[in-house]
């Protein structure tokens, strides 16, 4: 026989002999064909909600990945900073070398300018020394003529007078005693000429030492010159790794090192250049943001998860929507509803099943009344099972009161006996 016409609902849609069906008016046909399609439905949702489900896993596996590499860059940024300050304390210590040589130096050179002042003062005392040898002398040498002179006279006048020669004698002894005199004054001129003389050479030792003395303290000054410059320097170094460690730490405004990525921080929690950008997205952003994209082109794994950026968009839709989402005759991907709306759309087909066949009764009257019973309205085109005779029954008169059950037919097949055979029509076909 002829396939059913399937309707498309249960109101309007018609299905009788004339189009190839079983009875005149009743929808039972197109019934399983309509649950078996939400069925498939329930099934391609509940399909894609696996799959949105699937992705936001993968996202969740990224997010962990960003976090362990923010995790291993803030670890090193650590490890940088210790450095820095490793650095800084070494540099504060050089610093306070140099200092403590510098005093030194101006130490050592105070003490050389006292040396020099001394030996100075000793070479002045020693030239001092040295005129009054000279003018002792003098006056020795003019004594020792003086003498010669007295003598001299002295012999003159001894032939004269006995009287002379007595105080020629004196004079003599005198002279003598004068000569002794100019001798030892001339000993005494060389002794204070040789005491010269020595504190002349100890002044120009010390003069020397001196000079040794202030040519140290000039080295030990430009020493410690150098050694405080090169303290200066490794604090300026060690203040610049601190403060680039400390960049590559927290700088959430921009690159940490200009042309060679971004802080820890900015990739863990976000920061100017990271958030949104292609290729980029903190791990913050690909964990939880719903609200835009972590890297201005894919979403995040709470978005996949639960979100609602994607509802209505082609292949869009989160797990919590193809699982659960029911909002009129909204689609999840703009194609197909989530999988408890198809569930739904399921149970309200069976309840209209159940509205149409009412299900096996042995007589009209027990089936009426059952379904009346349930809180339903019989129809014209209601079904039931007849376990009496063993038929399917329709409705064809609703019924009137609380005891009428109404009018209700078999449902027969249609006698095909009188219809051509299979040789026959194609016979008649071909002599057509």
């Not at 209505?312 to 999840?332: E, I, L, P, T």
Request: proline content about 1%; hydrophobic content about 40%.
């Amino acid at each position: 026989m002829t396939t059913p016409a399937r309707p498309g609902s249960f109101t309007g849609a018609t299905n009788n002999a004339a189009n190839g069906g079983l009875f005149t008016d009743t929808l039972i046909d197109g019934i399983p064909d309509i649950i078996g399609v939400d069925v498939d439905r329930a099934e391609t949702a509940a399909t894609n909600a696996e799959a949105s489900a699937t992705t936001a896993t993968t996202q969740a596996t990224s997010a962990t990945a960003s976090a362990a590499t923010a995790t291993t860059k803030a670890a090193a940024a650590s490890t940088d900073a210790a450095s820095a300050l490793a650095s800084k304390t070494s540099a504060t210590a050089s610093q306070a070398a140099a200092t403590a040589s510098q005093s030194a130096a101006a130490a050592s050179q105070t003490a050389a300018g006292t040396s020099a002042t001394n030996a100075a003062a000793s070479q002045s005392a020693a030239a001092s020394s040295a005129t009054s040898a000279a003018t002792s002398n003098t006056s020795a040498a003019a004594n020792a003529n003086s003498a010669i002179s007295s003598a001299s006279a002295a012999n003159t006048s001894a032939g004269t007078a006995s009287t002379q020669a007595t105080a020629a004698g004196n004079s003599a002894t005198a002279a003598a005693s004068s000569a002794t005199t100019a001798g030892n004054s001339a000993t005494a001129a060389g002794s204070s000429a040789s005491s010269a003389a020595t504190s002349a050479t100890n002044a120009g030792n010390s003069a020397t030492s001196a000079g040794a003395q202030a040519s140290s303290a000039t080295t030990s000054a430009n020493t410690a010159t150098a050694q405080a410059t090169a303290a200066a320097s490794s604090a300026t170094d060690a203040q610049g790794s601190e403060d680039e460690a400390e960049n590559w730490a927290q700088k959430i405004n921009g690159e940490a090192v200009t042309g060679q990525g971004y802080s820890s921080k900015a990739w863990a929690r976000g920061g100017t250049g990271v958030d949104g950008a292609s290729g980029g997205g903190s791990a913050k952003d690909w964990a939880t943001d719903t609200t835009n994209t972590a890297d201005n082109t894919e979403y995040s794994a709470k978005e996949y998860a639960i979100g609602i950026q994607r509802r209505g968009q082609a292949n869009g839709g989160s797990a919590k929507d193809w699982a659960s989402y029911v909002s009129g005759v909204a689609k999840v991907d703009n194609v197909y509803k989530s999988a408890r709306a198809y569930a739904i759309d399921a149970a309200n087909s069976v309840d209209n099943f159940n509205e149409k066949y009412y299900g096996n009764y042995s007589t009209d009257l027990a089936a009426v009344q059952a379904h009346v019973a349930a809180g339903k309205t019989v129809e014209v085109g209601d079904l039931y099972f007849n376990t009496t005779d063993s038929t399917v029954k329709y409705c064809t008169v609703v019924p009137a009161g609380a005891d009428a059950d109404g009018t209700w037919l078999v449902i027969q097949a249609t006698d095909t006996s009188n219809f051509a055979t299979k040789g026959f029509s194609i016979a008649m076909s071909i002599a057509l």
